[in-house]
């Protein structure tokens, strides 16, 4: 199985900070990486797929970048909706993997 | 609006089964391939199986291959898990989700979930 690693694991910010959240893939996956927000009690929502194609209705300071084996989500701009647990997910290899998560909490 | 959502979660014993149901509205349900994934309490997302939009293939996660059985109904629009010979280790929050296109196995559309607890 293709192993997922997300950092970090948590932060603190504040709104109207710049996040950034990087996966790191075992193996290479091409641009087969997805993103999605988890609020808390909630089902996960698909925020990015495919690296870098946002999901209709997501905000456009929600983006994505890399290839191979390094990927990045951007909040642009922190707004209070945004704390939440970010998911990373690979869909290259079965069976599709998701990294740990990272939980964006208020500073 | 469209929407998914799980049923038939609840408290079963180490080696019992039960049965997962997940029905889909306001979208065509049988045009889309099917997952099941998984939440431990406090803990990340674990992928447990797929079906095919009609239900031709199946694949299954290493943890739960023989044990667990995917199938729909797309004239019910209605995806099923049945788990059987359960452990404890089975206990999580089971999500159906949408896979948004077949080339990337993406995922735009998820229940609320529904709790297992696998207890004696």
């Known amino acids: 199985d293709i192993q997922m690693t997300q950092s970090p694991s948590s932060l603190s910010a504040s709104v109207g900070d710049r996040v950034t959240i990087t996966c790191r893939t075992s193996?290479?996956?091409?641009?087969?990486l997805h993103w999605y927000q988890q609020k808390r009690g909630k089902a996960p929502q698909l925020l990015i797929y495919?690296?870098?194609s946002l999901q209709s209705g997501v905000p456009s300071r929600f983006s994505g970048s890399g290839s191979g084996t390094d990927f990045t989500l951007t909040i642009s701009s922190l707004q209070p909706e945004d704390f939440a647990t970010y998911f990373c997910?690979?869909?290259?290899?079965?069976?599709?993997?998701f990294g740990q998560g990272t939980k964006v909490e208020i500073k | 609006q469209v929407l998914l959502v799980e049923s038939g979660g609840g408290v079963v014993q180490p080696g019992r089964s039960l049965r997962l149901s997940c029905a889909g509205s306001?979208?065509?349900?049988?045009?889309?391939?099917m997952h099941w994934v998984r939440q431990a309490p406090g803990k990340g997302l674990e992928w447990v199986a797929v079906?095919?939009?009609?239900?031709?293939?199946?694949f299954y996660g290493d943890s739960v291959r023989g044990r667990f059985t995917i199938s729909r109904d797309n004239s019910r629009n209605t995806l099923y898990l049945q788990m059987s010979s359960l452990k404890t280790e089975d206990t999580a929050v089971y999500y159906c989700?949408?896979?948004?296109?077949?080339?990337?196995?993406?995922?735009?559309?998820w229940g609320r979930g529904t709790l297992v607890t696998v207890s004696s």
């Open positions: 997910q690979q869909s290259h290899s079965t069976p599709p993997t």
């Open positions: 079906i095919s939009f009609d239900g031709s293939n199946k």
């Open positions: 495919t690296t870098s």
């Open positions: 306001a979208f065509t349900f049988s045009s889309y391939a």
């Open positions: 989700a949408r896979e948004r296109d077949p080339l990337d196995w993406s995922f735009d559309l």
């Open positions: 193996q290479s996956i091409s641009n087969y």
